[in-house]
């Protein structure tokens, strides 16, 4: 069974310029998770979806940050500025169901200079 | 992370045990888990345990439930070099589709030839 697919794996950005993630679940993963995780700390939950509603978003600062997921099954997380302190990796986890347990992709490595 | 706690650094010598401590604050959390987490790569579900549980084996790995002192522990036996990793507790919180992960700050283990 393929596993969660993010891309890209690293990005260099300048502050104030655009970026965007994406991700793939695993086949039937109904929930999808975007997570922050700033070095030396743990994931921080952005936005969760149900299919292709949201669920909680309640930690997402949306002045900058937008995420979708139209069909239901990828999902896009977008920076629009970006800041200094937005450089983390962003962390994408599906699962079957929202009491199920998370299978997490290998992450984007993000840096804004 | 601030509800989840745990200790920030371990050390071992390989082939010893190796014991990592987590506490928690929602006594209502139904499940609780301990994921891996290997540099540059994406979070590891390594085992979990149910709340009504007190000791689930799998392995070279123990998890110890004290629901009475929201007290988790991992233990690993004999451990390899392998083993070196970052490892976050996290506890379930809410139901259904408010169902979330509240991690801690995860603890490094360093093995040692």
């Known amino acids: 069974e393929a596993g969660v697919a993010q891309s890209p794996r690293y990005k260099i950005i300048e502050k104030r310029q655009s970026v965007a993630f994406w991700c793939n679940p695993i086949?039937?993963?109904?929930?999808l998770y975007w997570y922050q995780q700033i070095l030396g700390q743990g994931p921080k939950l952005l936005i969760q979806?149900?299919?292709?509603?949201?669920?909680?978003d309640s930690q997402l600062p949306k002045d900058r940050f937008s995420a979708e997921r139209l069909k239901g099954v990828d999902s896009t997380l977008k920076i629009q500025p970006a800041k200094l302190e937005d450089s983390a990796v962003y962390l994408c986890a599906s699962s079957f169901a929202t009491t199920g347990e998370q299978f997490f992709g290998p992450g984007t490595r993000l840096t804004v200079l | 992370g601030e509800d989840v706690e745990q200790s920030l650094f371990l050390s071992v010598r390989e082939g010893d045990s190796s014991v990592i401590n987590c506490t928690y604050t929602d006594s209502s959390s139904t499940y609780l888990y301990w994921y891996k987490q290997e540099p540059g790569a994406g979070l590891q579900l390594l085992t979990y345990i149910f709340s009504n549980m007190d000791m689930k084996q799998d392995q070279r790995l123990t998890v110890l439930l004290n629901k009475k002192d929201k007290h988790l522990s991992l233990r690993i036996a004999d451990t390899q070099t392998g083993d070196s990793a970052i490892y976050f507790c996290a506890e379930s919180r809410g139901a259904g589709n408010n169902r979330k992960l509240i991690w801690g700050l995860g603890t490094s283990l360093a093995v040692n030839p």
């Open positions: 086949s039937g993963h109904a929930t």
């Open positions: 979806f149900q299919n292709n509603g949201v669920v909680d």
